[in-house]
C-alpha cells in the first residue's frame, strides 16, 4: 500500500476563490514557481500546525494557478524521501522559506514561539490583506503547539478564539479541534486516515478566509456608514446582513444599524453582544416609528431624519 497521498488542488472546494485578489505577494523563489508543487509532512497523529500549514500553502498555490500535491510521510520515509519534495512542513528540521523548508522543532531565534502553521503564514501572507484578521488565530495556534505565548496578549488569544467560533457558529477550540484529529487520525500512519484529518482542517481554514472576507468588507462599511449616536445609519440596505451584524456584535460597541427599505420605510435594528442580547431596546410606544417589534428590537420609521430624531431618546439597555 503507497504511503503517500496525493490531493489534486482543483479538487478542493470553494470554487469562487479564484475570483478573489491574491491573498499575499509572490515571492521570488524556485518552488512557488515550479508546474507542480510537491508539499510534505508527517503522517498521523496529526496537531493542528501542520494541517493549518499545509492548508496555507494550498490555498497561496490555488490563488497563483499553481498545482500541488500534497505527501503524507512515515517516520522511516522523513529521513529518506523527504528531500526529494518541494517543499517540507514540520518535518526536516530546517526553516528556509526560499527552498521550502517551514520546520521549528531544531529552535533558534527565527521559529522562536512559532509553529509549522505561524512559520508559513508569518512568510507567505505578510502583505493579505487578510492578515489582521487571521493573525490572533495563527498566533493561538502558535501557542498551542509550542507553549509559549510569547508578547501576545490574554486578550489576542481571546480574540483568536472569538474570531473562529465566529466562521463555524461558536465551534470548537482549537484544543478540542486538536482532540477531533486524534480520533479521526489516531496514533499510527494511515494515509486515508491523514487525508480526512486534512479535509477537516481544510473546510476550517477556508471558513477562516471567508470570515476574513467578511470582515474587511464589514469594515469598510462601517467606516463609510454615516454614525448616529451610538450607531450607524447605512445608505442603502445592500450593506446590511448577518456578516455586518456579527462584526458589529465581535468587533465594535456600535448598539444599532438603521437602513432605507423603501421610499417612506426606514428600518433601525438591535445589534446583539456576543452573549446574545439585544445592546438597545426600542419603547413600543416610541414614537413616530410606525411599528416596533415586540421583542424591541427592531424599529420602522417614514424615514432617516424621524429615527434619527427619536433615536435621541432611546435609552441603552443596561
Same mark, same amino acid.
Given at each position: 500500500?503507497?504511503?503517500?497521498?496525493?490531493?489534486?488542488?482543483?479538487?478542493?472546494?470553494?470554487?469562487?476563490?479564484?475570483? =478573489? &485578489?491574491?491573498?499575499?505577494?509572490?515571492?521570488?523563489?524556485?518552488?512557488?514557481?515550479?508546474?507542480? #508543487?510537491?508539499? /510534505?509532512?508527517?503522517?498521523? !497523529?496529526?496537531?493542528?500546525?501542520?494541517?493549518?500549514? %499545509?492548508?496555507?500553502? +494550498?490555498?497561496?498555490?490555488?490563488?497563483?494557478?499553481? !498545482?500541488?500535491?500534497?505527501?503524507?510521510?512515515?517516520? +522511516?520515509?522523513?529521513?529518506?524521501?523527504?528531500?526529494?519534495?518541494?517543499?517540507?512542513?514540520?518535518?526536516?528540521?530546517?526553516?528556509?522559506?526560499?527552498?521550502?523548508?517551514?520546520?521549528?522543532?531544531?529552535?533558534?531565534?527565527?521559529?522562536?514561539?512559532?509553529?509549522?502553521?505561524?512559520?508559513?503564514?508569518?512568510?507567505?501572507?505578510?502583505?493579505? &490583506?487578510?492578515?489582521?484578521?487571521? +493573525? &490572533?488565530?495563527?498566533?493561538?495556534?502558535?501557542?498551542?503547539? @509550542?507553549?509559549? &505565548?510569547?508578547?501576545?496578549?490574554?486578550?489576542?488569544?481571546?480574540?483568536?478564539? @472569538?474570531?473562529?467560533?465566529? @466562521?463555524?457558529?461558536?465551534? !470548537?477550540?482549537?484544543?478540542?479541534?486538536?482532540?477531533?484529529?486524534?480520533?479521526?487520525?489516531?496514533?499510527?500512519?494511515?494515509?486515508?486516515?491523514?487525508?480526512?484529518?486534512?479535509?477537516? #482542517?481544510?473546510?476550517? %481554514?477556508?471558513?477562516?478566509?471567508?470570515?476574513?472576507?467578511?470582515?474587511? $468588507?464589514? $469594515?469598510?462599511?462601517?467606516?463609510?456608514? $454615516?454614525? #448616529?449616536?451610538?450607531?450607524?445609519?447605512?445608505?442603502?440596505?445592500?450593506?446590511?446582513?448577518? /456578516?455586518?451584524? +456579527?462584526?458589529?456584535?465581535?468587533?465594535?460597541?456600535?448598539?444599532?444599524?438603521?437602513?432605507?427599505?423603501?421610499?417612506?420605510?426606514?428600518?433601525?435594528?438591535?445589534?446583539?453582544?456576543?452573549?446574545? =442580547?439585544?445592546?438597545?431596546?426600542?419603547?413600543?410606544?416610541? *414614537?413616530?416609528?410606525?411599528? %416596533?417589534?415586540?421583542?424591541?428590537?427592531?424599529?420602522?420609521?417614514?424615514?432617516?431624519? *424621524?429615527?434619527?430624531?427619536?433615536?435621541?431618546? #432611546?435609552?441603552?439597555?443596561?
Amino acid at each position: 500500500m503507497s504511503t503517500t497521498i496525493t490531493v489534486a488542488l482543483a479538487s478542493i472546494r470553494d470554487t469562487n476563490m479564484t475570483e =478573489q &485578489p491574491l491573498t499575499a505577494r509572490t515571492p521570488q523563489w524556485p518552488w512557488v514557481k515550479r508546474r507542480l #508543487v510537491r508539499i /510534505g509532512t508527517h503522517g498521523c !497523529p496529526h496537531h493542528v500546525d501542520e494541517l493549518v500549514a %499545509v492548508c496555507l500553502l +494550498e490555498r497561496y498555490l490555488r490563488e497563483r494557478g499553481v !498545482p500541488c500535491e500534497v505527501v503524507f510521510l512515515s517516520r +522511516e520515509e522523513i529521513e529518506t524521501a523527504a528531500s526529494g519534495l518541494d517543499v517540507l512542513v514540520d518535518v526536516g528540521g530546517r526553516f528556509d522559506p526560499a527552498a521550502g523548508r517551514f520546520d521549528h522543532h531544531q529552535g533558534g531565534p527565527d521559529v522562536e514561539g512559532r509553529s509549522a502553521a505561524g512559520l508559513v503564514f508569518d512568510a507567505l501572507y505578510a502583505d493579505s &490583506p487578510d492578515r489582521n484578521y487571521l +493573525e &490572533p488565530v495563527i498566533r493561538h495556534i502558535d501557542w498551542i503547539d @509550542t507553549g509559549r &505565548p510569547g508578547n501576545h496578549s490574554r486578550a489576542t488569544l481571546d480574540h483568536a478564539e @472569538t474570531f473562529a467560533a465566529g @466562521t463555524a457558529g461558536r465551534g !470548537p477550540s482549537m484544543l478540542s479541534l486538536s482532540a477531533v484529529l486524534k480520533a479521526v487520525g489516531g496514533f499510527q500512519h494511515d494515509v486515508g486516515k491523514s487525508a480526512k484529518c486534512l479535509e477537516i #482542517v481544510r473546510a476550517l %481554514v477556508d471558513s477562516w478566509f471567508r470570515q476574513a472576507a467578511t470582515y474587511r $468588507e464589514a $469594515e469598510h462599511v462601517v467606516r463609510s456608514a $454615516e454614525k #448616529v449616536g451610538g450607531g450607524l445609519f447605512l445608505p442603502d440596505a445592500e450593506a446590511y446582513g448577518p /456578516g455586518l451584524l +456579527e462584526y458589529l456584535s465581535r468587533e465594535t460597541n456600535f448598539r444599532f444599524v438603521g437602513f432605507p427599505v423603501s421610499e417612506n420605510r426606514f428600518y433601525v435594528v438591535a445589534v446583539r453582544d456576543v452573549e446574545g =442580547q439585544n445592546r438597545i431596546l426600542f419603547p413600543q410606544d416610541w *414614537s413616530p416609528a410606525a411599528f %416596533v417589534h415586540d421583542n424591541q428590537f427592531l424599529a420602522v420609521f417614514p424615514d432617516a431624519d *424621524s429615527a434619527r430624531h427619536a433615536l435621541q431618546s #432611546v435609552q441603552t439597555k443596561r
